[in-house]
C-alpha cells in the first residue's frame, strides 16, 4: 500500500512538473512576443522565473520549434546564452473580421506581425456559403501576395456580428448578415481550410485585441465599449472574458437609463441605449432639431459630422453633443458600479468620437467616488477585430502544441 501511494504522488508530481513548464512557456512565449532577448538572464529578469524554471520552459518551446536561440554560447556560469526569439516562420494564422456590410481578413506569423490584408463587401454576398467562398478568395490571394504555403496555415479565428456560442462554435443569432441564424461557422471555417478554427464575437474579439497591443494593455479589468449603428461591450474581469450563460453579456445597447426610451424593444429593433445615442439615434436627434425654424443648412450629417460640428461652436449640435454624452455617462457609471471597472475603452465609428469622449468624462467628473471611469480611445480602431481575431488563432496554434493559456 505504500509503495503504490509513493508510486502515485511521484507521477503526480511529475504531472505538476510538466503542467507547470506548460504554463511557464506560455508566459515566456507571450513575452517574447513583446520584443527579442540578448540572453537568458534578460528574460529571466522579465518574466521573473528561476533558472531551472526558465531553462525548462525555453527547452520545451525549442522542441516544438517555437523559439530560436541564436549565437549560442557559453556563460560564465556554464549555462548557454544566445539571443532568444519567437521562431515566427513556424506557422502562420488568419484573422477575420465578418461584418455586415464587409468582410476583413489578415495573415500573421506566429509573432503576431501582420504580412498582408484583404477586404471585400458582404452587402450582397452575406449568406454563409458565400462568406465562407469569399474567406477563401481572401486567403489565397494573401497567400500569394506573401509567398507563404498553404500548408504552413496553422489556424483560423473569426469575429463575427451577434449572438456567438463559443463552445459550440456557432453565430446563434445576427441582425447584421441575411439568413444567419444557427451558423456553425467554425466547422465550416476548419471544412473550409482543413486547419482549426475558433470563433468569437465580434466586440468580444475586439476586447481581445484592445487587451494583448492595444489601448487596455495587459490590462485584467476592463470595459471596451464599441458605439456605432448598434452599441455592445465586451468585458474583462480579473483577466478573462466575459459571455454569460447565453453568450449574450455585454449587450448594453438594451440598457435603460435617464432619457433613454421606458419602452422595452421590440424583437429585432434596436435597444432603449442605442437608439439614442447609436449612430441613427443621433441623427434622429439631429434631425428634428433641423425642423424647427432657422433650420441648420447641414441636414445629412454623420453622427461624428455632428460631434465636429458642435467643437467648431455650433450651438444645436453642441445640444445634440451634450445630451447624448450625459446619456452616455449614465451607461458608463451605472456599468462600472456594477463590474468594479475603472477603465472603458471606446471603439466603433462613433465611440471614438474626441469631442465625445471628452463630453462624456465631464460629466463622470460630477459623480461622486466609489468610482470615476477613466474614458479612452481604442488605439487600434478598426483593426481591434482582426488584432483579436489572429490573438485567438494563436491561442488555438498554442493550445495545440500544449501550452496551457
Known amino acids: 500500500m505504500v509503495k503504490t501511494s509513493s508510486v502515485l504522488s511521484s507521477t503526480q508530481r511529475a504531472k505538476q512538473g510538466r503542467l507547470l513548464t506548460q504554463i511557464d512557456a506560455c508566459e515566456v512565449l507571450q513575452t517574447l512576443r513583446e520584443q527579442d532577448f540578448e540572453s537568458r538572464a534578460a528574460l529571466r529578469r522579465d518574466c521573473g522565473l528561476s533558472p531551472a524554471r526558465l531553462s525548462a520552459a525555453i527547452s520545451f518551446l525549442e522542441k516544438k520549434g517555437l523559439v530560436e536561440e541564436l549565437g549560442q554560447g557559453n556563460s560564465a556560469a556554464g549555462r548557454r546564452s544566445g539571443s532568444l526569439r519567437i521562431n515566427a516562420r513556424y506557422g502562420y494564422v488568419i484573422g477575420l473580421d465578418i461584418g455586415g456590410s464587409n468582410l476583413r481578413i489578415a495573415l500573421a506569423d506566429m509573432k503576431g506581425t501582420v504580412l498582408g490584408k484583404w477586404s471585400a463587401s458582404t452587402k450582397r454576398t452575406s449568406s454563409p456559403d458565400m462568406v465562407i467562398e469569399q474567406v477563401r478568395k481572401g486567403v489565397t490571394f494573401l497567400l500569394q501576395q506573401t509567398s507563404v504555403p498553404r500548408r504552413s496555415l496553422l489556424a483560423i479565428a473569426a469575429g463575427a456580428p451577434g449572438i456567438t456560442d463559443v463552445d459550440s462554435g456557432v453565430v446563434v443569432a445576427t441582425s447584421y448578415l441575411r439568413g444567419w441564424r444557427n451558423v456553425p461557422l467554425r466547422s465550416l471555417l476548419e471544412s473550409a481550410f482543413h486547419i482549426p478554427a475558433a470563433l468569437e464575437n465580434d466586440v468580444r474579439v475586439a476586447a481581445i485585441g484592445e487587451n494583448w497591443l492595444g489601448a487596455a494593455r495587459g490590462v485584467p479589468n476592463f470595459v471596451f465599449l464599441a458605439i ?67 433650420v441648420p443648412l447641414n441636414r445629412d450629417l454623420t453622427a461624428t459630422e455632428i460631434f465636429e460640428l458642435a467643437h467648431a461652436g455650433d450651438m444645436r449640435a453642441a445640444s445634440v453633443l451634450n445630451r447624448s454624452a450625459q446619456v452616455l455617462a449614465y451607461a458608463v457609471y451605472n456599468i462600472s458600479l456594477v463590474l468594479n471597472s475603472s477603465l472603458f475603452v471606446l471603439g466603433g465609428g462613433v465611440g471614438m468620437s474626441v469631442p465625445l469622449r471628452d463630453a462624456t468624462q465631464r460629466f463622470l467628473q460630477q459623480y461622486n467616488e466609489p468610482v470615476r471611469p477613466k474614458l479612452i480611445i481604442s488605439s487600434l480602431g478598426q483593426d481591434a477585430q482582426l488584432i483579436g481575431a489572429i490573438r485567438l488563432a494563436l491561442n488555438k496554434v498554442e493550445a495545440g502544441v500544449g501550452l496551457k493559456l
Request: glycine share 22%; charged share 20%; aromatic share 6%.
Open 228 to 294: 456605432g449603428t448598434g452599441i455592445a461591450a465586451g468585458v474583462f474581469a480579473n483577466g478573462k472574458l466575459i459571455h454569460g450563460i447565453d453568450w449574450t453579456a455585454g449587450e448594453v445597447g438594451y440598457m435603460h437609463v435617464p432619457g433613454t426610451p421606458e419602452k422595452a424593444a421590440e424583437r429585432g429593433a434596436p435597444g432603449s441605449l442605442e437608439s439614442t445615442i447609436g449612430g441613427d439615434g443621433i441623427r434622429q436627434q439631429w434631425l428634428r432639431l433641423c425642423e424647427g425654424p432657422g
